[in-house]
């Protein structure tokens, strides 16, 4: 069993769609989750389905989206990092690693969940994700917790191969689909494919497997 | 926000007129269009917080709209706007939504700087 988890990713929405299976398996075990989450998601353009929210009103949803989705996943302590959506690979990854550490010699995880840089598509994902594996780089060798890596860009496998971590969520897939519903200005033109997914195995196969299982590649240092 | 009425949009960018105003000026096709579609590009640009000031602004078309702001020495331009609000704090805010919702251009104007 876990000590602690520290997820980091950099949008609200991501702890979601990519990982809240397995958060969500986490909390119902009793094991303590922190999401870290970079930005407010405020550059983002799905805004509801009809929209809601004007460019302007986007981080405040979001926000309280976000607040809602880790209520449904048991995340009870939530930090935000207040980078700005879009920016992060502009920024100085050392000072967001040396912020991103502090947290980490805090809360002593004994597991970090974080996008597997180079191969996660967005590039906040992708800078985020280095500067978290930059911080742990930064703690001795005995002391750096097991860094799970997330990772979808379609040429993945050719490059780093299948995921050694496969989590199966089937226990949890109501739970995640609470928290897909939570971010409602992001997944309201897709929940109708998510709850396809979950009543009917033609659709889950069609849309993927996210409903049912959650994949993480080991990330290795040096 | 609603749909573009061009009559109070024209009202509130001459009101704007020869006043130094915040831009806030975006377009995206969003983050993951080129991750969806192989062979595909995302294209995103924006200016969030230029400091202009314009001698004539005009919005024309049939829907979606066109917006022209004249400057001494250039211009701004956005096409495909679809809905405006003028908001609480007294911002011209336009953008242009896909029929999914989504927001793919907006053209945004405040006597204040945008929250970062």
Known sequence: MERHVLVVFPHPDDETFGTGGTIASFTKAGVPVTYACGTLGQMGRNM????????ETLSEVREKELRA?????????????????????????????????????????????????????HPDHNALGAACVRAVEKLPVAKRPVVYGHAFARNREEFIG???????????????????RAHRSQSENVIARFEEALKNKEAAAQFGPSMFTESFYTMKFA | MGPMDLQSVQIALDARVGRMQYVHLETTNGAYAAHREEGAMT????????????????????????????????????????????????????????????????LELSDEPFAM
Not at chain 1, 162 to 180: F, G, M, N, Q, R
Not at chain 2, 75 to 95: C, H, P, Q, S
């Open chain 1, 48 to 55: 509801g389905k009809p929209f809601f929210a004007t460019r």
């Open chain 1, 69 to 121: 989705a880790c209520d449904a996943l048991g995340i009870k302590d939530l930090r935000l990092l207040g980078l700005r959506d879009k920016t992060i690979e502009f920024e100085d990854r050392e000072v967001i690693a040396d912020q991103l550490l502090s947290i980490i010699e805090e809360l002593n995880p004994s597991l970090i969940i974080t996008h597997y840089p180079g191969f996660a598509v």
């Open chain 1, 162 to 180: 299948s995921p050694d971590v496969t989590i199966d969520i089937h226990d949890v897939a109501e739970t995640k689909l609470e928290a897909v």
């Open chain 2, 43 to 106: 294209v995103c640009a924006y200016i969030r917080n230029g400091r202009i000031e314009f001698e004539r602004g005009t919005i024309v078309g049939d829907g979606p709209y066109r917006v022209g702001l004249k400057m001494q020495i250039g211009w701004i331009y956005a096409e495909g706007l679809t809905d405006f609000e003028v908001d609480a704090k007294g911002r011209l805010l336009m953008a242009g939504y896909d029929s999914e919702g989504r927001l793919a251009i907006a």
